[in-house]
Structures are given as structure tokens and as C-alpha cells.
């Protein structure tokens, strides 16, 4: 279940804005169930989201998974659209 960004303290100012294109890294993490093998062509991307906060890289930096932030931070995209 999706965290309550009001019941879990996040406000808007707590979540970091990125690039459309991460973003879209982001939005690939959730349709993926979560994870997201990370390839050459959008590692600059998936570095982006990682110092948002919004995905975990694993030790061996091949994958990454979508954090609660990054899946609040989907949630209010959605709610703002």
C-alpha cells in the first residue's frame, strides 16, 4: 500500500522535483513492480532519483528500486494531473 504523504509528514516541500526524463525512469520503477535493472543510457537518470531520495541502488549498482518517497512522490504527480 502506497504511503499517505499527509499522515507520513512528507509536504511538497519535502519532495525534491526532477527532470521530466526522471520522472519517467520513476514512473518505468513503478510499472516494473518496483525494480528497475539499470543500463547505461539512463544511469545519469536513475543518479538523479537516487539523490532525490526516490530510488535505492543495490551494492552491485545493477539495480533499483522505487522507495517510499519515490512512490509518494509518483502518487502526487498522479493527484496534480
Keep these: 500500500m502506497a504511503p499517505n504523504p499527509e499522515k507520513s509528514g512528507l ?3 519535502s ?3 526532477i527532470s521530466d526524463a526522471a ?3 520513476l514512473r ?3 510499472v516494473e513492480g ?3 535493472d539499470i543500463n547505461p543510457l539512463r544511469e ?3 543518479a538523479e532519483c537516487r539523490k532525490a531520495g526516490y530510488l535505492h541502488i543495490s551494492e552491485g549498482a545493477r539495480v533499483a ?3 517510499g518517497l519515490g512512490q509518494a512522490y509518483l ?3 498522479m493527484r496534480a494531473h
Design 23 to 25: 520522472r519517467a525512469v
Design 44 to 46: 545519469h537518470l536513475v
Design 28 to 30: 518505468s520503477a513503478r
Design 34 to 36: 518496483g525494480r528497475l
Design 11 to 13: 509536504t511538497a516541500a
Design 15 to 17: 519532495l525534491t522535483p
Design 75 to 77: 502518487d502526487r504527480l
Design 65 to 67: 528500486r522505487l522507495t
